[in-house]
Structures are given as C-alpha cells and as structure tokens.
C-alpha cells in the first residue's frame, strides 16, 4: 500500500474542506447553544436569533432579502423543491425545459415530471456545452402561444466541464416572457459572484459542502412571489416553505461559508485562474491527444475537465489516486458506474475521447506545489496506460464501437 505522506485534492467539485473558520463558527452550537428555534422560551429564541443573523449573511451574499432564503438539508432539496414545488402549483398544464448536460437533481425530477405527463423539453448541447438560446426562446414561446405557465431549469455552472451558461441571457428570455427560472447555482456559488438583482431568478440552489461549508446544508432562494409549493410539508419552520427542524449549526456554518467567500472570493478567483491554467498548459504541453472539454472562454476559474484519448478516465483516476492525487471522472453521483458522463456524451466528444475524461477541480486550499506534483506525475501515468491500451493513433480500432 502506498504511504500516505501526500494528498493533493482537486476533487473540489466534488466536495471542499470545511474551513476552520466555518468549523469555529458552528461548534457553539453542538455545545451550550442546543435550543430548538422553534421553541417558545427565551433559550430557543437565543438560537432563533443567530439562525436569523445567518439568514441575512446569506442574503447578503446572494444579494436578495432574508426572507427569500430557504435552508434545506442539500442541493438536492433544493432542485427538487424548486421543480416539483412549480410543477404541484400549477399542475399537469406547466411545461418544463432544462438542459441535457444538468446534475441528476435536476434530470431525474424533470424525467419524473415526465413520466407523470408533464411535457418536459431536454435541450442539447454544442461541442463545448452551451445551449442555444434561440430554441429556449422557441420553447417558451410555443408554451406561452398556449397560455401554459413553463418553468426552465438551466444551471448557471456545469459541475463536470466549468462551463457557465449565459445566465443573464437566460434570465432576460425567461422574465421578458414570464417563465420562471430556476437556477442550480451549486458550483458557482464561493467563486463567481451570484447577485440575484443583477441576474433575476426566480429560484436558485446552493450547496454548503462545495464552498467549505459541511455536506449536509443546502438553501433555496425562492424570489418574493414565485408560485411553488413547498416540497418537505410538516411543521411551520422556515415560514412554512420548509418542514424539518432546523440543523442550526449548519446553518451557522453556512453563512460563515458565504462570508468567507463574500470577502475572499476576487483574490481567489484570480489565483485558482493562474493556477488551473497552468495545470492545464503543462498537461496540454506533457501529454499528446487530449483536448480540454467544454468552453474555454466560459468556465469557473477552478475547473479543468480534459479528455486523454485511447485510455480510461478511471484507470487515469486509479493511478493517481495511487500516488495521493483524488480527481474525478465524471460527477461523483455517476461514478462507479463505467458509463460515460452524460455531460461529455452531449457534447458530442468524440469516442476515442470520451472514456477518457478526468475532472480536476481546485479551492482556495491548492498551491503551486499540488500543481507541480500533478505536472510530474501524471504525464508517466498517461504514457504507461496508452502503452497497455488497445487503442491509439497507430492501431486498428475499426471493429470497436
Ligand atoms: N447540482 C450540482 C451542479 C452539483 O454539482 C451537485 C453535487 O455534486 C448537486 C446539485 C447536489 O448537491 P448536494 O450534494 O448538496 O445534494
């Protein structure tokens, strides 16, 4: 077994540390600050109050009012409250669109929307990922000429290539026509600004576990007046949008998370550039036949997401791993299963490629040092698995498919 003196993570996507600080914030309340916030006396209402303070962080960070925040246990929660809460407001007549290249928290509701007679539209991608937005436009439209209500689900940051969506775009099409707009926001949020003002959705979803906040706390942002009904049904927490006590620690955590990341993110975004760029040129230099997937000029400043053509993605992730490096192939909801990512399928990358693609994905934890012991240690892993591959530029693969 390899000694485990190293571990350079750049599976940050996948999920992130949790930041001292976050950790520091929230262990008052595993100790002596147990109240329930619900709870009549004095002793809940004492938590209620730092639950409310982390509301407005929140809502400072996404630059929106703290009563448009939801807390909710994960992502997950969130995309499914947002599509089935739309879809149980408005019933059978609302028609959904989303992206073919969406998390599976927002593929499976929308395909079980589906399977329950809604009419449900999954737009392709082109060759580095983006939609196009004439045929959203014409989505909505032919929905509209109807007079049914539509609601699109477009992330803003795919979670696999990086690439962002034009969301201002999307945002501009969905509100000049009345369609609501949820947004999976997961993989911006703590690295590109996300001001609901600028960019008006109606619904968004964030993820504490991939901005140095701990798995397990997720919000909904839910605009003033959008027509959703609530998911979790139960109690009256969260002014009734969403049953369940409270995990106040998270909830801490979380908003010490979006603080964190309000005061940090520009400085960090510019150094997680410089450095995946340079992990990026250094492979593209290293290795022959790989090509970066999604769009170069659209993409969160952490991501890297490259195809080396004629091996497997897995076996590349194996032996690094092997060597302390943890990157992904794929997201890891799809991993452990030897099917290629839907993301870079719909994308059309070509099949020599399309097994091969690994996802590097950095935080404002990974130094120059990780990079280099990347750059040094992955050309050799390459060249040794294209030696046993079947496949490559000067063998005959005609009878493979
Ligand atoms: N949406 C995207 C884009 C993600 O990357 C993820 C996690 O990988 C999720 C949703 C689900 O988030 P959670 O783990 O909080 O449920």
Redesign the pocket.
């Known amino acids: 077994m390899r000694s485990m003196e190293k571990t350079v993570y750049l599976d940050n996507?996948?999920?992130t540390r949790v930041a001292p600080e976050v950790r520091e914030a929230m262990l008052p309340f595993f100790g002596e600050l147990y109240g329930n916030p619900s709870s009549m006396h004095a002793f809940g209402g004492k938590v209620a109050a730092h639950v409310e303070r982390a509301r407005e962080e929140v809502a400072r960070f996404l630059n929106c009012s703290p009563e448009e925040i939801v807390f909710t246990s994960?992502?997950?929660?969130s995309?499914n409250t947002a599509i089935r809460g739309a879809a149980d407001w408005f019933g059978r007549g609302l028609k959904v669109v989303t992206t073919a290249v969406?998390?599976p928290?927002?593929l499976q509701p929308v395909r079980r929307l589906k399977a329950q007679g809604h009419e449900t539209v999954e737009l392709p991608v082109d060759s580095v990922g983006q939609i196009d937005l004439d045929r959203l436009t014409a989505e909505i439209d032919s929905a509209k000429a109807a007079k049914r209500p539509v609601l699109v689900s477009a992330?803003w940051?795919?979670?696999e290539t990086g690439t962002l969506f034009p969301i201002e775009k999307v945002a501009e099409i969905c509100r000049s026509r009345g369609a609501i707009l949820h947004t999976?926001a997961?993989?911006v949020a703590g690295k590109i600004p996300v001001d609901v003002k600028k960019v008006p959705v109606d619904l968004l979803?964030m993820?504490?576990?991939?901005f140095h906040a701990p798995?397990g706390i997720?919000l909904l942002y839910v605009r003033k007046g959008t027509k959703a009904k609530p998911f979790m049904l139960g109690g009256h927490q969260e002014s009734g949008r969403r049953a369940g006590t409270e995990n106040v620690p998270y909830i801490v955590g979380l908003a010490k998370a979006c603080e964190l990341a309000r005061l940090g993110m520009a400085d960090e975004a510019a150094k997680l550039t410089a450095l995946r760029d340079r992990l990026e040129s250094g492979i593209l230099a290293s290795c022959p036949d790989v090509r970066v997937n999604g769009d170069r000029a659209n993409r969160l400043p952490n991501t890297l997401n490259v195809s080396f053509e004629y091996i497997e993605g897995e076996a590349i992730a194996y032996r690094l791993s092997d060597l302390g490096i943890c990157i992904s192939t794929g997201?890891?909801?799809a991993s452990g299963s030897l099917d290629p990512s839907h993301v870079i399928r719909a994308m059309g990358v070509p099949f020599t490629a399309v097994h091969g693609s690994v996802r590097f994905s950095l935080s404002r934890y990974t130094t120059d040092a990780d990079i280099d012991y990347v750059l040094k240690h992955l050309p050799p892993v390459v060249r040794g698995l294209r030696e046993l591959s079947p496949f490559g530029p000067d063998k005959d693969v005609s009878t493979f498919k």
């Open positions: 996507n996948a999920t994960c992502a997950t929660e995309d969406e998390h928290a927002v992330m940051a795919n979670n999976d997961v993989q979803a993820s504490g576990h991939k798995k997720g997201s890891a909801c």
